[in-house]
């Protein structure tokens, strides 16, 4: 199980790790690098084919949003950026490169857990620095017709996400979790990306899933299942709540906030986080409350922290 460094401080990653593999929408292979970081970084994605071209992964280079999140800076595009951005947020990684060979990110098995086993063999370096947190103080909610996003004050990062398919696998179901490290590997990490076999064609017709295959995503036929078994039996809300943390990671600070889905997807998600960050009456930054507490009643033992 991947461990986090000590409450309140900034993490990066403590040496490189890599992997490969195809695209899920372009089926073109690359090759992936997860790099340590300095305070302050943030996750920043580079772009080695292109004279390591930098991406930094917030809500100001959100670029098309349909079946998958891409990012874009001065017309270089990245595309399929969620379930890394959704390992790294969960799992207190706030400073890294993602090295990147092409244009979009290795689907590898359609979960997070390929990008939890990279950081597990990369291990947490703590750094010196604060972690400052976005904390909503103000609900902001965005509809579009029957799909809907809010986001509201708490204490802590809780999702909610509602889903409804007319699929007798699917159909009404609902995942809500407190996000951490230890939860999101056990929880949501190992639920993978789905479609319909009716929907095949159509998709690839629009120049998607040319990379899909029944070792990357599941999927449904009319009744069942074209391979295999499921994960969880509530997988598909799992897998949707995965991706909009993996969006919401787009704020580029971690969150105290309950955010509340019901049957949105990476448009609404991503028009959340733009307008999150353009209205910034909705949240202040802040340091962690406890780790605050804890510094006020004992001195901070810093000694074995890692320069940056």
């Given at each position: 199980?991947?461990t986090e ?17 195809i ?6 292979q ?15 994605f ?5 004279d ?21 800076k ?6 399929t ?8 947020y969960?799992?207190?990684?706030d ?7 092409a ?14 086993q ?7 370096r703590?750094?010196?620095k ?6 909503v ?8 017709g029957?799909?809907?996003i ?40 190992p ?5 319909f ?15 899909g ?22 997988e ?26 019901h ?25 962690d409350?406890?780790?605050v507490?804890k ?14």
């Amino acid at each position: 199980m991947l461990t986090e460094g000590a409450l309140g401080f900034q993490n990066t990653i403590k040496r490189a790790v890599e992997a490969e593999g195809i695209g899920l929408h372009t089926a073109v292979q690359s090759r992936i690098r997860l790099a340590p970081a300095p305070a302050d970084t943030g996750v920043v994605f580079r772009r080695t084919d292109l004279d390591n071209f930098e991406i930094e992964a917030h809500g100001k280079n959100v670029a098309r949003v349909s079946y998958a999140t891409s990012l874009m800076k001065n017309g270089v595009l990245l595309s399929t950026t969620e379930h890394l951005l959704a390992a790294l947020y969960s799992c207190g990684i706030d400073n890294v490169y993602v090295e990147i060979d092409a244009l979009e990110l290795p689907i590898l098995d359609g979960s997070a857990q390929p990008f939890i086993q990279m950081l597990e063999a990369a291990g947490v370096r703590q750094l010196r620095k604060r972690r400052k947190y976005l904390k909503v103080v103000k609900p902001l909610e965005i509809s579009e017709g029957d799909r809907h996003i809010g986001i509201y004050p708490a204490d802590e990062f809780r999702v909610r996400c509602f889903i409804d398919f007319p699929h007798p696998l699917i159909r009404c179901q609902e995942t809500e979790i407190t996000v951490g490290s230890e939860s999101f590997c056990q929880q949501l990490a190992p639920a993978r990306t789905f479609t319909f076999i009716d929907e095949i064609e159509k998709l690839r017709a629009m120049g998607l899933i040319r990379g899909g295959s029944l070792e990357n995503a599941i999927v449904l036929t009319a009744d069942g299942l074209m391979q295999g078994e499921l994960r969880f039996a509530d997988e598909f809300s799992r897998h949707k709540a995965l991706d909009l943390i993996g969006d919401l990671a787009l704020l580029g600070r971690p969150l105290k906030a309950l955010v509340v889905a019901h049957k949105a997807g990476h448009a609404l998600h991503t028009r959340l986080v733009t307008r999150l960050l353009a209205e910034q009456s909705h949240w202040v930054e802040t340091f962690d409350d406890a780790f605050v507490e804890k510094s006020a009643a004992v001195a901070l033992d810093v000694s074995s922290v890692h320069a940056d």
